[in-house]
């Protein structure tokens, strides 16, 4: 079957990193996903990974190794308003070729003053 | 605007009733896609389009649900009979083929009574 795991809950200080992982099984990888939604909003994209290593993008950086099955995003400097849903996405390839996206559950982040 | 729009943004209806959500999609965009999200869990896949054919279906969806996008722009979402369980955000989401990021619409809240 594909599953993703992520923790629910992250608690966190502003001006401080934070580290959010993901880890999946799926079979017909193509590519991981990072979004972000902010409570009673639409999910917004934050980063793609298809290939292993670290993709940066200001205080945003994600990483994928796909041997492990595993990713993380990573926030630096983080603000109030980086207070909400990170979710994580696997993209596969099906049997009839084409794309689908698996989500996980999201973990819920919480920026303290 | 030129983001994905999503109409109605929130609808209370009874039990019975039959509702429609409307979704126009980023124009160049001929990927479509509907999900739908409760509190807590990430987007549940539904459906999706490329252009104008349905290619691919949820089996978790029941035939009470419908969807077109009779023209490969806009697509409606049709729940015919409503059941409280039918109470989510349903979300539409645009991509172009061949490239991952989906661009999210604000969502339709339905709560039903």
């Known amino acids: 079957g594909q599953n993703i795991d992520q923790p629910t809950e992250m608690t966190a200080t502003e001006g401080a990193i934070v580290q959010i992982n993901c880890t999946y099984q799926?079979?017909?990888?193509?590519?991981l996903f990072w979004y972000q939604q902010h409570a009673g909003e639409a999910p917004t994209f934050l980063s793609y990974n298809v290939l292993d290593g670290l993709e940066e993008k200001g205080r945003f950086s994600s990483f994928l190794s796909r041997s492990k099955g595993y990713s993380y995003l990573l926030l630096k400097e983080l603000q109030m308003k980086d207070s909400a849903s990170y979710l994580c996405?696997?993209?596969?390839?099906?049997?009839?070729?084409?794309?689908?996206?698996?989500w996980g559950l999201g973990t819920s982040l919480a920026v303290n003053p | 605007d030129t983001g994905v729009s999503q109409d109605p943004r929130h609808k209370i209806t009874k039990r019975g009733q039959n509702v429609t959500f409307r979704c126009d999609p980023i124009?160049?965009?001929?990927?479509l896609y509907w999900y739908r999200q409760t509190l807590g869990q990430g987007p549940e896949f539904l459906t999706y389009?490329?252009?104008?054919?349905?290619?691919?279906k949820s089996r978790l969806l029941s035939d009470r649900f419908s969807a077109e996008r009779p023209k490969g722009s806009f697509s409606t979402l049709e729940i015919q009979r409503t059941e409280q369980g039918d109470s989510a955000m349903y979300l539409c989401?645009?991509?172009?083929?061949?490239?991952?990021?989906?661009?999210f619409g604000e969502g339709s809240r339905l709560t039903v009574l």
């Open positions: 799926t079979s017909g990888f193509n590519g």
């Open positions: 389009f490329q252009n104008e054919a349905q290619l691919e």
């Open positions: 996405a696997v993209r596969v390839l099906n049997a009839g070729n084409n794309r689908k996206l698996i």
């Open positions: 989401a645009s991509s172009r083929t061949n490239t991952g990021e989906l661009f």
């Open positions: 124009s160049e965009h001929n990927r």
